[in-house]
């Protein structure tokens, strides 16, 4: 005997018969994985692309993941930079109240707090 690990029902293993019979759960499962992979292989293209273009003379090549993962948080930890710096500035133009960064982290919060990222 098995358990069908998409509908959880057990059958006998041994005979065509019942294998068949948890065909369409097996044709559900792999739809879904295909989906899966579909949705990471674009988000790593777009990753790529932009490595890519952050760096021009070497743009045929495909980073390795986790060095594009650490160039890409690498930027945007710097634009946060960038962001704090203008906040202030601009505060002290206007008085304004813009909240400066000075982490990741706490910029990653304040989107939490106001419902951006859940």
Not at 37 to 52: S, T
Request: glycine content about 4%; charged content about 25%; aromatic content about 8%.
């Amino acid at each position: 005997m098995a358990t069908c690990k998409y509908c959880a029902k057990e059958f006998d293993d041994s005979t065509p018969e019942d294998i068949l019979v948890h065909a369409p759960c097996a044709i559900t499962q792999l739809e879904e994985m295909e989906q899966s992979f579909d949705l990471r292989w674009k988000a790593d293209m777009r990753a790529i692309k932009m490595w890519q273009e952050g760096h021009p003379e070497r743009e045929l090549t495909w980073p390795d993941h986790a060095d594009m993962v650490v160039w890409l948080l690498t930027a945007l930890d710097e634009s946060i930079k960038l962001q704090s710096h203008y906040a202030i500035l601009l505060n002290m133009h206007d008085g304004g109240q813009r909240m400066p960064f000075d982490t990741l982290n706490k910029w990653i919060a304040r989107l939490h707090e106001i419902g951006v990222l859940k």
